[in-house]
């Protein structure tokens, strides 16, 4: 079984920085696209930024030249550097992953994950 454990949310104020961090663990075959989404209270679910295995990056908008998704594929690892933070970047940011696991039967089988959740709250 595979799981994503977050860390690195907290209160910051604007302009200020945080790097959030989210590691697979369990029997991993492989791990191919990783991703940070956030949901911001009264708003749906969004896409902050994804990676892919062959590192092809991917931002929204909103977080373009402010934010930086990098992995570190030997620790399964995704991290999100969050610079110059706004209000509107308040938001619970949950990572997402998928790839393979090794099952009972030694067979790779694929997964998708989410982690549990950090609150990030910009506020001054």
């Known amino acids: 079984q595979v799981q994503l454990v977050e860390s690195g949310g907290g209160l910051v104020q604007p302009g200020g920085s945080l790097r959030l961090s989210c590691a697979a663990s369990?029997?991993?075959?492989?791990?191919?696209?990783m991703g940070w989404y956030r949901q911001a209270p009264g708003k749906e679910r969004e896409l902050v930024a994804t990676?892919?295995?062959?590192?092809?990056?991917n931002y929204a908008d909103a977080v373009k030249g402010r934010f930086t998704i990098s992995r570190d594929n030997a620790q399964n690892t995704v991290y999100l550097q969050m610079n110059s933070l706004k209000p509107e970047d308040t938001a619970v940011y949950y990572c997402?992953?998928?790839?393979?696991?090794?099952?009972?039967?030694?067979?790779?089988?694929?997964?998708?994950?989410w982690g549990q959740g950090t609150q990030v709250t910009v506020s001054s």
């Open positions: 997402n992953a998928d790839g393979a696991y090794y099952g009972d039967s030694g067979v790779p089988s694929l997964f998708h994950r």
């Open positions: 990676i892919t295995g062959g590192g092809s990056i």
């Open positions: 369990g029997n991993i075959f492989s791990v191919n696209s």
